[in-house]
C-alpha cells in the first residue's frame, strides 16, 4: 500500500499515509517511509513511544510529522491509513511497526468497509494529530518540542473520554 501511494505522488496526485502506532522501529518500513516521502507522499504518524525514524530531514524525510502523545490513558489501538476520502483504505491492527512483530509474530490488521466506522477513526486520528495540549513533535533534530499553535486548545484523550461518556450515558 505504500508502493501505492507512492505512484500517486509519481503522477501528481494526492498521496497520504496516516499511521498511529505505539512503536516505529522496523528498518524496513522506516526505509519505505522515507522513499514515500522523498516521492512526495504525505506521512502522518502518532507514535507513542520508540520512533527510530527522523522527520523533518531535507530531501528525505521533509514529508513526515511524527508526533507522541503520553497522557492519562495508556491507548493501545493502532491506525493504518492509506490515500485520502473515499479512495481511503483504512485499517485497524494489532501490530506496532517493530522488527520483532514484523517477523517474529502473527499480527492481525483489519480493513474497515463501513462508512460510518471509517469516518469515526477519520475524526478520531485527525484530532489526535490536532491535540496541542498533550502531543510533542518529533523534530529534525531528534528533540521532541510541545505542540503550540493558537488554534483552539485540543486534548485528544479528554475530548475521547468526553464523547465516550456522553455516548454511554444517552444510551441509558
Same mark, same amino acid.
Given at each position: 500500500m505504500i508502493d501505492e501511494q507512492i505512484a500517486l505522488a509519481?503522477? =501528481?496526485e494526492d498521496a497520504y499515509i496516516g499511521v498511529k502506532i505505539n512503536s516505529l522501529t522496523d528498518k524496513k518500513i522506516i526505509d519505505e517511509l522515507i522513499r514515500a516521502s522523498k516521492? @512526495? /507522499?504525505k506521512i502522518e504518524l502518532a507514535v507513542r513511544g520508540i520512533c527510530c525514524l527522523i522527520p523533518g530531514i531535507a530531501g528525505e524525510t521533509e514529508n513526515i510529522r511524527v508526533v507522541s502523545i503520553v497522557g492519562r490513558f495508556l491507548e493501545h489501538s493502532r491506525i493504518y491509513i492509506f490515500g485520502k476520502g473515499d479512495a481511503a483504505k /483504512?485499517?485497524?491492527? =494489532?501490530? %506496532?511497526?517493530m522488527t520483532r512483530n514484523t517477523l517474529r509474530r502473527v499480527e492481525v490488521a483489519a480493513p474497515i468497509y463501513d462508512k460510518q466506522i471509517r469516518e469515526q477513526? $477519520? $475524526?478520531m486520528f485527525n484530532t489526535i494529530m490536532s491535540d496541542n495540549v498533550q502531543a510533542r513533535e518529533l523534530k529534525s %533534530? @531528534?528533540?521532541y518540542v510541545r505542540v503550540e499553535n493558537d488554534n483552539e486548545k485540543v486534548n485528544c484523550q479528554e475530548l475521547f473520554f468526553d464523547k465516550a461518556y456522553e455516548q454511554a450515558m444517552n444510551e441509558k
Open positions: 509519481e503522477n =501528481s516521492a @512526495g /507522499v /483504512v485499517y485497524i491492527a =494489532s501490530a %506496532d511497526f477513526i $477519520f $475524526f %533534530d @531528534g528533540n
